[in-house]
């Protein structure tokens, strides 16, 4: 579950405890239950209000949490943000040739620490935009490496075409795929 979907969840919780909670349906409740005029019951119905009360505070300070976890997940601290920018710029340094020395001083004023600051006020999510591609990039240059089994390759299109050279096997093979082929 991603970040949103989670926050979509806490806020549909928290719509639905506070529907529950409303100052006008406690009263009625508690006006519903006096009117049975029976001391014992309403009694039981009071503290069944109360408790539920409780365990709605419960609950809502648990997403409470879970809200400020989501937020401070996504939040870089100054700290980090003076660790980015003292530690990344000197390797892209080195990656960059020297026609293009200007382009890294564009990106030094973009990774400035008023900069990222600003744009994590603003909003800015720097996790999603540059942590998620960054290592889904890495992700799929791992697994651009890996050697792939030629011989697997192989053997299917070989049975592929035996498949496709025989009439009655094709229609077995459209069968199992779940297609007619009576045409065939």
């Given at each position: 579950?991603?970040?949103?979907?989670?926050?979509?969840?806490?806020?549909?919780?928290?719509i639905e405890?506070?529907?529950?909670?409303?100052?006008?349906?406690?009263?009625?409740?508690?006006?519903?239950?006096?009117?049975?005029?029976?001391?014992?019951?309403?009694?039981?119905?009071?503290?069944?209000?109360?408790?539920?009360?409780?365990?709605?505070?419960?609950?809502?300070?648990?997403?409470?949490?879970?809200?400020?976890?989501?937020?401070?997940?996504?939040?870089?601290?100054?700290?980090?943000?003076?660790?980015?920018?003292?530690?990344?710029?000197?390797?892209?340094s080195?990656?960059?040739?020297?026609?293009?020395?200007?382009?890294?001083?564009?990106?030094?004023?973009?990774?400035?620490?008023?900069?990222?600051?600003?744009?994590q006020?603003?909003?800015?999510?720097?996790?999603?935009?540059?942590?998620?591609?960054?290592?889904?990039?890495?992700?799929?240059?791992?697994?651009?490496?890996?050697?792939?089994d030629?011989?697997?390759?192989?053997?299917?299109?070989?049975?592929?075409?035996?498949?496709?050279?025989?009439?009655e096997?094709?229609?077995?093979?459209?069968?199992?795929?779940g297609?007619?082929?009576?045409?065939?």
């Open positions: 579950m991603d970040n949103n979907e989670v926050i979509v969840k806490l806020a549909s919780n928290l405890i506070s529907a529950r909670n409303t100052a006008t349906y406690i009263a009625d409740k508690i006006k519903t239950s006096k009117a049975k005029k029976n001391d014992k019951e309403t009694i039981n119905e009071l503290e069944e209000i109360i408790q539920n009360l409780l365990n709605d505070k419960i609950e809502i300070q648990r997403i409470a949490q879970a809200y400020e976890q989501e937020l401070t997940s996504q939040k870089i601290t100054e700290k980090d943000i003076e660790y980015i920018t003292n530690n990344l710029l000197p390797v892209f080195k990656f960059i040739p020297q026609d293009k020395v200007n382009d890294l001083e564009q990106i030094k004023s973009l990774l400035s620490v008023e900069t990222l600051t600003i744009m006020l603003l909003g800015f999510n720097y996790k999603r935009a540059i942590g998620e591609p960054l290592t889904l990039l890495l992700q799929k240059t791992i697994e651009s490496r890996i050697p792939v030629s011989t697997i390759n192989s053997k299917w299109a070989l049975t592929m075409a035996n498949i496709a050279l025989d009439k096997a094709t229609k077995r093979y459209y069968r199992l795929m297609q007619n082929m009576e045409d065939v």
